[in-house]
């Protein structure tokens, strides 16, 4: 930490990372029949690895500068400058002849979409810088102003853009008033542009691995954001309290320089989320707090792709084949509380609770090909998907003594859910109509991780407790 002129204050750091791993490699196969002299003459790239162990290096520099001053009583300023740099050195590995499941072997070849040949293994640069910059101006007795500024900067291989710059800017406002209103808003804006666009293929017909040339990924598309939140706490009397938060995002996802002309823009083209919760809480003596809240959420978004072949099937740029999905979610959350604290001459706290969640997940396809499709009956939209939570929650917890004690708990669960995983309508021709029962879906596939379907559940558990 370094004091550079008066109420200023410099502090930061710096970490070097080495990161080493050398163990031995496996062979390409113990499968005798791979490894026998007839099957290594038609592939001699697996007569040896390419090198016998990982050899894998990563170098990593972090460094952190802080700067805060405070000129004046009425004035607060802070600076941060963040930089991460990945550096991996591992050597590329040769696997452009290999083995799968240890039982037949395969070879990348030359694609024709990419003009690549797959099979080298490729270790990626990243490197990101941050700053951060806020003026905070204090209103005498109407609150405070902020002011900000942040800029973030990725230079990364391996990615669309080999440069990503987000630039942004923030207001904020924060006041008690009236000795019983408090008041947070915030408006935020910022824009994201990328730089050195990676195309591969000839004439543009295709971006990174064999996409359309218009294609931009979410997290580095160039793209416009507006942010905003308003939070209001009033304090009508001593014991009660009453809230309201809103908050809004705006996201336009914008096409760029680099895709050709007369070439479509697909992907995420915009998404949009409102979220608004009210509240009361009330506290009529130090043994008895209670409160509820209700809020809503909303999702939307907007995205466009491309059914084709590649080029140089005429698919591959006819606007024809062009589809559009349009995703809206809502989400209402209903909870309460009741907290019933010293019981018991101060041994016992006893504690209730209850959260419902309702969600309509709604899907909406689009473009040219849908009507046509729709009046052949081989298109069959996805239904909403639709989600109702309850969970109710009871804690009690007594003391023996001052510092030992016993917790008993309660939980109960609900789920009703209906999605694609648990759908009951009448499936495409060829496949079975409703049973009556939810059900997987119409191919009967189970994935791992997903197909939640309704269930009810109770827990109870006990806990010692000791208070240091």
Do not use: C
């Not at 994201?192 to 000839?202: A, F, K, M, W």
């Not at 999702?299 to 062009?322: E, G, I, V």
């Not at 509380?337 to 101060?346: I, P, S, V």
Request: aromatic share 12%; charged share 20%.
């Amino acid at each position: 930490m370094l004091k550079t002129i008066p109420k200023t204050t410099v502090n930061g750091n710096v970490q070097l990372t080495y990161m080493r791993q050398n163990e031995s490699l496996l062979p390409w196969s113990v499968n005798s029949t791979i490894t026998s002299p007839a099957t290594l003459a038609l592939y001699p790239g697996l007569r040896g690895l390419p090198r016998t162990s990982a050899e894998a290096s990563v170098n990593g520099l972090n460094a952190l500068v802080n700067v805060s001053s405070r000129p004046t009583r009425y004035l607060t300023l802070q600076a941060r400058y963040r930089y991460n740099q990945h550096d991996n050195n591992t050597p590329s590995f040769d696997g452009t002849t290999f083995v799968t499941f240890d039982g037949a072997v395969r070879t990348f070849t030359d694609d024709p979409l990419t003009h690549h040949v797959e099979g080298f293994s490729e270790y990626f640069h990243i490197t990101r810088k941050n700053f951060d910059a806020n003026a905070t101006f204090r209103l005498a007795d109407y609150g405070s102003l902020r002011v900000g500024y942040a800029n973030e900067l990725f230079d990364r291989e391996g990615r669309g853009f080999s440069e990503v710059s987000d630039n942004q800017l923030r207001l904020a406002y924060d006041a008690q008033l009236f000795e019983r209103l408090s008041v947070r808003a915030s408006l935020d804006t910022s824009r994201r542009r990328g730089d050195g666009y990676i195309l591969s293929g000839i004439d543009y017909e295709s971006g990174p691995a064999g996409t359309q040339p218009g294609l931009r990924y979410f997290d580095e598309a160039d793209r416009d954001r507006t942010k905003g939140a308003v939070i209001l706490t009033a304090n009508p009397i001593d014991t009660l309290g009453v809230f309201v938060q809103f908050a809004t995002t705006r996201d336009t996802f914008l096409g760029d320089g680099s895709i050709p002309a007369g070439r479509e823009q697909f992907g995420l083209l915009s998404q949009d989320s409102d979220a608004i919760v009210g509240g009361i809480d009330f506290t009529p003596n130090e043994m008895v707090h209670l409160g509820a809240s209700i809020g809503r959420d909303e999702f939307a978004a907007l995205q466009k792709s491309r059914n084709a072949n590649p080029p140089p099937d005429p698919s591959w740029t006819d606007p024809a084949r062009n589809w559009t999905l349009d995703n809206n979610e809502v989400v209402k959350t209903y909870m309460a509380y009741l907290d019933l604290l010293g019981l018991a001459n101060a041994k016992a706290d006893i504690r209730f609770s209850y959260e419902f969640n309702d969600s309509d997940n709604a899907f909406t396809y689009g473009g040219p090909r849908i009507p046509v499709l729709q009046a052949a009956g081989t298109f069959v939209p996805l239904p909403n998907v639709v989600n109702e939570w309850n969970r109710f929650t009871a804690d009690v917890k007594y003391y023996f003594t001052p510092k030992v004690g016993v917790g008993v708990g309660y939980w109960f669960d609900k789920l009703d859910v209906s999605d694609w995983n648990t759908i009951d309508t009448n499936g495409p021709v060829g496949f079975a109509a409703a049973t009556g029962t939810p059900r997987i879906d119409w191919l009967g596939g189970l994935l791992t991780g997903y197909g939640n379907r309704p269930y009810e559940g109770s827990r109870v558990f006990v806990r010692l407790l000791y208070r240091f």
